[in-house]
C-alpha cells in the first residue's frame, strides 16, 4: 500500500545496487587480503536487501503517530550511539564511524540523520499556531541568557527545535563532515517549509558558516578542498597515472562509458579507485551502462522527492508533512552530493549513493525513511491521519 511509483523506484534502486555491487567489488575479491570471490560480496549484499523487505513493510504499516511518540527516545538513543563511537568504535582515516556488532560495522550517524528529521518535523508541528512569532537563535553573549527575553527564546524556540539540530550536527562533524553538512541543509529546509522566521534562518546560516571555519576534521577537509581548487585552477595532463585522485578516476571511467557504456563487467577503472562500490558507484555506473542510464538513474533519485512533493501536499497536517519532504530531501540530496564529486563540482564527502552503493548501515537507514514516507502515503489513502487544528502547516 502507499504511493505506487515510490515502490517501483525503490524496487528498481534495488537491482541496480546488485548490479553494482557484484561487478564494483571484483577489486576486492581479487586482493590478496580479503581472499574472497565477487560472490561472497554479492551475496552479502543481497542478504542485506532481503532483510530490508520485511523492514520496510512493517515500517510503512506503521501509524504516523507512532513515529511521532518515538521521536524523542530514538533521536537520544541514536545520539548517544553516535557519541560512544568515538570511545568504542572502529577507526579509518583518522575518523571513528563504526562500531563492530557481531562481525558487522554500523555507522550510528546513519540512524542520528533519521532521527534528527524525525524528532525535528514532531517539534515544529507542535508549535504550528505560534511558530512565525518565535525565536530559535539566542544572544551570543551567554551573560544575556539569564534575562527575561532570552529565557523566553531558549524555552519556546531554541531548546526545542534548534538544540536537536546542532547537537546532531555537532556530533557527526568530526568523523563525517559532509554528513553533518547535509542534516543541517535538510533540516534549514524543513525550518523554511515549517515557517520559521526568515530572519532566523538567515542568522542561522551566518552563525552555521562562522562556525564551518572553525571546527572539523581541518587536516583532511582542508587536503581534499585544496585538491578540489588544485584540479580546478592547474594543468593536470603531465601527471602520473599512479598521482592521479579518485576524483580524476572517476571523470576518467565517465569518459570511458559515453552514451552507451563498456557493458556490464567491463569497468576498466574499478582496478584503480579505492572505493568504486561506495563512495564513486555512479561514476563506475556510468562506464558500465552509459550516460543515458546513467541519466535516468538520476532523474529517479530526483523523482523521489517530487514524489514526496505529491504526498506532503495531500497531507495537509505539519508532522506527516515535514516527515515526508524532510527524509525524500535527505535522500534526494545525498545522491545529488554524490554525483557532484564524482565530476568534480565538489570536493570529496563520502557520500553513499543512497541504496546502491555497498554499505549495511546506509542501506538499512534508506530503506527505514523510504518506509516511513509510505507510511504517510498510505494514511493519505486511508485518510486516516490525526488532523489537530495547531499542527496544521496552512493556517495560523
Known sequence: TGDRVLWIII??????????VYS????????A??????????????????LCVPIIVIVHKINCRVYNRLAQPVYVLSLLLTLAVYFIGATTNGAARWIPVAGFQ?????????????LLARRLSSCQSKIDRIRIVPSLNPFRWGRPAQRKIWREGTRPILLPVVLSCAVIFPAHTSSAMLVFLTSLVMMLIGRVRVSELVRLVGLACAALLNLGRSETAGGRVSTWIDLWTSSQTEKPIDRLTDTERSMIAIHNGGLLGEGAGQSAMRVEMIHPESDYAYAFFVEEYGIILAGILLMLYLWIFFRAREIFVRCGTAFPGLLVLGLALMITCQALLHVMVTVNLMPETGQTLPLISRGGSSVLFTVIAFGMILSVSRQNDEQSHDRPKSETLYEK
Open 11 to 20: 524496487a528498481a534502486l534495488a537491482v541496480i545496487s546488485v548490479l553494482v
Open 24 to 31: 564494483s567489488t571484483a577489486k576486492m575479491a581479487y586482493d
Open 33 to 50: 587480503h580479503t581472499a574472497r570471490s565477487t560472490a561472497h560480496f554479492l551475496r552479502q549484499q543481497v542478504g542485506i536487501l532481503i
Open 106 to 118: 554500523f555507522q550510528p550517524s546513519e540512524a542520528l540523520k533519521v532521527a534528527t528529521i524525525l
